[in-house]
């Protein structure tokens, strides 16, 4: 059963986080953006994921389920942290995005969650009827998915670099240069791939 919640789903990878759950959790997220917007598979979603084992594969699994729905895809075409994705479907005016990664949890997890339009998590409502579709059709028939190749080719995958208006409006509200000359040192960590820039 995927425990689906404002903060998305997380497990252990290939225990409770699987091809088959992301898939599953895919499908209803494009349903529930369709219901609650029409217009929501032209405005598209936004898909990122950390640098964890496999999160590029499951990304771009989201993508050719979301595609096989008539759900344009805008994939990032290396990982990328949550923020630079939530600044993306802001930026891109989105239906929303769906983000493969797991914060802080060790290693061996793996997570997916949904961005809302607005930049924000799922409300507990939304996050309540995608894994309610998700569970049901975890005992159904196989989810579609199209191929890549031709997803692309139909214009509903495009492989984004958000990187770049990233770092450009961080250097619009940052003053890089009293920060140099501080003399202060600065230090980040990669945070298992979530603060990869």
Request: with cysteine; glycine share 12%.
């Amino acid at each position: 059963m995927i425990a689906f919640g404002p903060s998305g789903w997380r497990g252990i990878i290939a225990e409770d986080f699987t091809f088959t759950g992301v898939r599953a959790v895919s499908q209803a997220i494009g349903e529930h953006i369709r219901v609650e917007d029409p217009r929501a598979g032209e405005r598209g979603l936004v898909v990122g994921y950390d640098s964890r084992f496999l999160s590029e594969a499951f990304a771009a699994q989201v993508a050719r389920v979301l595609a096989a729905q008539g759900v344009k895809t805008l994939l990032c075409e290396r990982d990328a942290p949550t923020p630079v994705v939530v600044f993306e479907v802001l930026r891109r005016r989105a239906a929303g995005g769906v983000i493969i990664a797991a914060g802080g949890e060790p290693p061996e997890y793996n997570g997916m969650r949904f961005v809302a339009d607005w930049g924000g998590p799922a409300l507990p409502r939304a996050a309540r009827e995608v894994q309610e579709r998700a569970n049901a059709l975890l005992g159904g028939p196989r989810v579609e998915e199209l191929p890549s190749s031709e997803a692309e080719a139909r214009g509903l995958i495009e492989r984004i670099n958000p990187r770049d208006a990233y770092l450009e409006r961080l250097r619009s509200l940052v003053n890089l240069e009293m920060i140099r000359e501080s003399g202060h040192a600065a230090g980040r960590s990669r945070l298992r791939g979530e603060g990869s820039p």
